[in-house]
């Protein structure tokens, strides 16, 4: 849905009313962006205003005027709060919804006005959140899904002129974490790296080029460790420690990472599906389907065991003096036989 209001943007078929629901910045942006390029071919007049700040009339208002350098201006409303439903005693503004609704029916056509609303779902039983659905484009702005992120990255990069090789779409996942726009960006700079000479992006160029996170590389390391792959762990270690990362923050990411594993695998045996144990943990679906349909399950007690041993190592590394990189690099040497099931 959004890409086909996208392309009809790219046409000159805009409308003088937007409202963006959802809290995904990335498809936030690009409609604003979009519409901002469109509308710039001439001399843009932009005006911004915060709806937690200021009452809507004042954006009536300066949709009404009309502009004086260009046959169009675009306004930005943020934080459209009153088409959500309403937590009496936190209005921090009391807009003029009547107002708003009547000047909706009729907006004005020297002006392109953008409502956003960064929440999961708005109070359809507000007439004015009717009135929006009837007479403004509404855009979807939502997290994507699981299973939609990959057929998302497919189609971002063949507006590249590019294609992901076999695994290499989930690799990038895996490595870059679910945040949009940083994939944007991951998947932007290997297709200017190829160039027009290769139309593939492969595996080993995602792990070659992407960039990674403190909590990524310890997942990995983590990973590693488990599966047995001591000196896999080890590599990742020393490059975090070359990094001047500090073994007492590594410590805690790795106990942090056993912790989320164990409430996963504890939920999964209580019955729970992916969604809604990404639901339950308040953590993106993508992250909770890599540990759930993991084939080499790592036993709970053999998490435990680990858990117990990070505790160790973590008063080690407050207490001991000497070379606190030899302590956590030593719980890596160690017990590191992964056991499945």
Partial sequence: MITSIWKSIEKGQIDPVYVIVGDESYFIKQTIDRLKAKLSEGELELSQFDLDEVP?????????????????????????????AAERGKEKINHDLKSLEAWLKNPSSTSVTIFVAPYEKLDERKKVTKLMKEHAVVIEAKALQVNDLEVWLESEARSHGKQFGPGAASQLIEIAGTDLTLLASELEKMALYVGSEQEEIDRSLVEEMTSRTLEQDAFKMLQLYLDGNAGGALRVY???IQQKQEPVALAALLASQIRFMIHVFYLQKKGYHAQQISKQLKAHPYRVKL???????IPEQRLLQVLSDLATVDIQLKTQSGSR???????????HGATSH
């Fill in 325 to 335: 990189e030899r302590i956590l690099e030593l719980f890596l040497m160690q017990r």
């Fill in 291 to 297: 540990l759930v349909e993991k084939r080499n399950r």
């Fill in 56 to 84: 809507v009339d004042h954006v009536i208002d300066e949709a009404d005027t009309i502009p004086f350098f260009s046959d169009r201006k675009l306004i930005v409303a943020k934080n459209a709060s009153f088409l959500k």
């Fill in 238 to 240: 020393r490059d975090l």
